[in-house]
Structure formats: C-alpha cells, structure tokens
C-alpha cells in the first residue's frame, strides 16, 4: 500500500473513497452545521444528504459510525464516506489513528482501492503520523498461512491522508514516520503470527539478524555454550527441556552523537511455546502460548523503527528466547538454578518460566552499562484479571522514569496502567531453600511477578510491562484484526525518540 500526503483540493480528489469525519451533533437539530469539516466545499455540497441522514438517525456522527455515498456531486471521488468522530472534544490521536483502521478495514472488502481521509485540525499536521499508522496498521491480516487464492483481490493500493491547511512542521516527514513506525509494529505482529513449528528460538534469532542485517543494525547471537560460560543458569534450565536450543539476542543501535552518560536496554520476553513445562498447562487454549514470544518481537520491531528514525540515545536490545518444554530432561519444580546474578533460584512452578529468562537477560543488560531498562513480556495471566484487555500492566522501581515512560506511551496512544510495587509484597516471595522462589503464592501474581524481576534489574531505574493481556486480539476491532497487536512497541520507539524533551 502506498501511502501518500495530499494538499490538493478535496473535491479534485480522484479516489474510489474520500472521506470525512464528521462529530456528534452538539445541540439537538444542530444537524449538518456540526458536520467536522463542513467548510469543505466537496462536503458541503453533500450537506442535504448528511442532514437527511442525520434526521433519520441513520448516521448521528457517533465513533467510527460510517455512511456511504456512491456518486456524489461536484467531487471527483466516486464515493463519500462520512465516518463518525464522536464528540469533538474528545477527539484526539487515538481516534485518528482507529478511524483510518477503521476506514481500511470496512473499505477493502468492497472492493475499495484508494481511500483519502481529510484530517483537519488547527494545527495542520499533528494528526498526519496517526492517521499513517492507523492506515498501515488497519491493513495488516493474520493471513499468512490461508491459502485462499481470492485474498490477494482485495487490497488497498494507496491511502492518502489529506491536509487542508498545512501547519508548521514537514508533512511528508509526518507522514513517513508513521509508516516506518507502523510498518515496524507489522513486523512484530508477523512474528507473533507464526506458530511454534515455523518459529524455534533459532528462527527467531535468524530473524533477529536479518532485521538488523537490513537496517544496519549490529547483532550478536549468544548461544547455549556462550551462555552456559557466562553462567546464565536460570535461562538455560528453562531451555533444557527442549531440543531447540535458546540464544540471546544482542542488537545495537548507536546514534551519531548523543548526550553522555544514558544507554537504555530493551528487553523482551521471547519464548516461542509455553506449555508449562512439567507444570503444564491445561490443553485447552494452548495453542495461543505461540504468542509468548510477543514481548521479544516488540522489541525488535521498536529497533527497526529506532534504526531509521535515529533518536538520540544508545539503544540496546536484549532478547532472551527458548521454547519451555517438557521432555526427559526437563527442569523439575524444586529445582534449584544460579542464575547470572549469583543469586539462586527455586523453580516451584516451570509454567513461571518468563521471569527466570528474564532474570538472566536484565543482569546481562546491567553488566553491559544500561542506565534504564525497559522489558516488555507476557509474563502473567493475572494481569488480565487485573486489568483486562485494554491496560499494560506497568511495575517499576523509579517513580520518575515510570512518569516519562507513561508520557511517552499516552503520546503513541497505548494505554498503561501503573501497579504497586509496596515493599510488603516482595514478602510474598520466599524460599526455603534459595535465595528466591519463581513463584509467590495465590495473590497479586503479576506483582510477585514483576518483584522477581526487580531483584535483578536494582538499582537501575526500570520499568516492566505485563503485556500479557493486551498483545493478542481474541477477536477483531473495527481498526485491528483478529490475532497479535504488536503492542507496546508504539511506546518504545516513542521512548526512545522523546529522551532528550522528557528528561
Ligand atoms: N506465558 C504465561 C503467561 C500468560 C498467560 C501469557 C496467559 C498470556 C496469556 C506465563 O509463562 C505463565 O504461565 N504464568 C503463570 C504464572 C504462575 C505459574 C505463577 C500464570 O500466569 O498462570
Ligand atoms: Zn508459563
Ligand atoms: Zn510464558
């Protein structure tokens, strides 16, 4: 899909959809006056009709609501499409992002080529990187493994977003970050889209480089000698129960030139299946644990997206991954690892086998100078009960990195929610026989979770993400398919990229 920015007259406009957003009317029988960019002279003709269609309650401007016109007069277009923005004042990014989704979505199976949405705001640009990603986002299908011959029929060419005053800052820039950002985030979700037999920890690895390869990025592979020399004893006993072997993935970005003294590392979860282990899982519904890897492919593609759009800081990601499985060698509960750290660890539970991957990757981080981690993994099922489908659960042990953080995500429209992190619950963690358990007992279990994480990552200031219940779409959104999000790496590229403003 090409995307493209246009300035051009809207009613020149020759595509096989145009269309605009148009909000909930603000007083009753307000009508056609409140119809969003109502000053365009292409719209304004259609006004008898929008006014019919609001009469009759077929289109009252309400989120994402669409309407369709075929042929309207005095607009090269062949369609009108009116898509509902809800109340204008609370319109922002994330509705543009989610209306241009929306539009591709809805368009493309009717057959719809090119679609040109007006977005007019008074500040000309700010909703141009937005609408991009919404568009390159709302293409994406997880359907990679259906045969179907007729998919390939319906697809969009090209998506223009179209701005009627221009405002100060370069639109095609705008344009061009949102189509590199989303097309990263794409890239995370086809990771996540493959299953456990066409992605091994190995493949993930082969990825990793050939990524990195592309964008000219450095990438180093440790692997299971390397590791077993380092002394990453919690990583590899998750690995020994399976005959693919894990690696670490180290990718460098490095800028130009930057402020001394701050490095941040980028981990992520990468377990490519996660039966259990000897703690295994129940069979319904395990086959959704393909998508445990899902934090590691956000990290990879935030550094596909930090590799071209250069902020201003050494970023370094880390990426544990294995597969936890159970055969003759499989690590038992009551196993006791040395992790990297030299702290030992009681392995009570091998389904809690995210966070002694993790373990090893955040200390590998600390050694190799991080000033600030962020991780990003699937760590728990409990954060889904916490918060449900809509939050990142977020942990840390610095209050004011966290603030910059949860600025950066609201900025790229991913909603976190901050849990406690109160001394008393690390007292839920304790072993008879070690110096930590893997699991705490019944209660707060993404808290316990994140605590097992912070005994590794102090005292560099830190931040968590429990993606667990926010990386895979159990069904469709009107902006999003079925399947993997690619969530969280809208907040790291962010991150990254607003270092220097947020300090
Ligand atoms: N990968 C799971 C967490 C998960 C659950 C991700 C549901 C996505 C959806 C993780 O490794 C796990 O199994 N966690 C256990 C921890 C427990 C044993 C303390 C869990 O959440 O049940
Ligand atoms: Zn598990
Ligand atoms: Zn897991």
Redesign the pocket.
């Given at each position: 899909m090409q995307l493209k920015i246009e300035t051009a007259q809207i009613e020149k406009i020759g595509v096989d959809a145009l269309a605009v957003i148009c909000f909930e009317a603000e007083q009753e029988g307000a009508a056609a006056a409140t119809a969003g960019p109502a000053a365009d002279p292409g719209v304004a003709a259609q006004s008898g009709w929008l006014a019919d269609l609001r009469a009759t309650g077929e289109f009252t401007g309400k989120l994402y609501e669409m309407a369709v016109l075929h042929r309207p007069q005095g607009v090269a277009a062949k369609r009108l499409v009116v898509i509902g923005g809800g109340k204008r004042d609370k319109f922002s990014s994330v509705e543009v992002r989610r209306v241009a989704g929306t539009l591709v979505r809805s368009l493309k199976p009717k057959g719809v080529r090119s679609i040109a949405l007006v977005v007019d705001t008074p500040n000309g640009d700010e909703y141009v990187t937005p609408a991009a990603e919404g568009a390159v986002l709302g293409d994406w299908e997880a359907d990679k493994y259906k045969s179907d011959p007729k998919k390939n029929e319906k697809k969009l060419d090209r998506f223009s977003v179209i701005v009627p005053r221009v405002g100060s800052g370069s639109l095609e820039s705008a344009l061009e970050r949102g189509r590199i950002i989303a097309e990263s985030q794409n890239l995370t979700r086809d990771l996540v889209n493959e299953p456990a037999n066409k992605l091994t920890p190995g493949d993930l690895a082969k990825a990793a480089q050939k990524m990195a390869g592309d964008f000219g990025l450095e990438c180093e592979l440790l692997n299971q000698e390397r590791m077993a020399e380092l002394g990453m004893g919690a990583l590899l006993g998750v690995a020994q129960g399976s005959t693919n072997p894990p690696f670490l993935i180290v990718i460098k970005y490095r800028p130009a030139s930057s402020k001394a003294g701050c490095h941040l590392a980028l981990v992520g979860?990468g377990?490519t299946f996660?039966t259990?282990g000897i703690?295994i899982?129940p069979s319904d519904g395990m086959e959704?644990?393909k998508?445990?890897m899902a934090g590691a492919a956000a990290v990879l593609g935030a550094m596909r997206a930090i590799s071209q759009l250069k902020p201003p800081i050494p970023v370094t990601a880390y990426v544990p991954t294995v597969e936890?499985m159970l055969n003759g060698n499989a690590q038992r509960p009551g196993d006791i690892v040395h992790s990297l750290s030299g702290k030992t660890i009681e392995v009570l539970?091998t389904?809690?086998?995210?966070?002694l991957i993790l373990a090893d990757a955040i200390t590998y981080a600390n050694r190799n100078g991080a000033t600030h981690i962020v991780d990003a993994a699937?760590?728990?099922?409990?954060i889904?009960i916490a918060l449900g489908h809509y939050n990142i659960g977020a942990f840390t042990n610095d209050e004011e990195f966290l603030q910059r953080f949860l600025k950066s995500a609201r900025a790229a429209g991913e909603k976190t929610w901050q849990l406690p992190m109160d001394e008393e619950y690390k007292e839920y963690l304790k072993s008879a026989f070690a110096d930590l358990p893997?699991?705490?007992g019944r209660y707060g279990?993404s808290i316990?979770?994140a605590w097992f994480l912070r005994e590794f990552a102090d005292p560099t200031p830190w931040v968590h993400l429990d993606i667990?219940?926010t990386?895979?779409l159990d069904e469709a959104k009107g902006w999003l398919s079925k399947g993997p999000t690619g969530v969280a790496v809208r907040s790291f590229v962010h991150l990254a990229m607003d270092w220097n403003s947020i300090q």
């Open positions: 979860k377990v996660d259990g703690s899982k959704k644990m998508y445990d936890n539970n389904d809690a086998e995210g966070r699937t760590l728990t099922g409990a889904g893997n699991i705490g279990g316990t979770a667990a219940s990386a895979w």
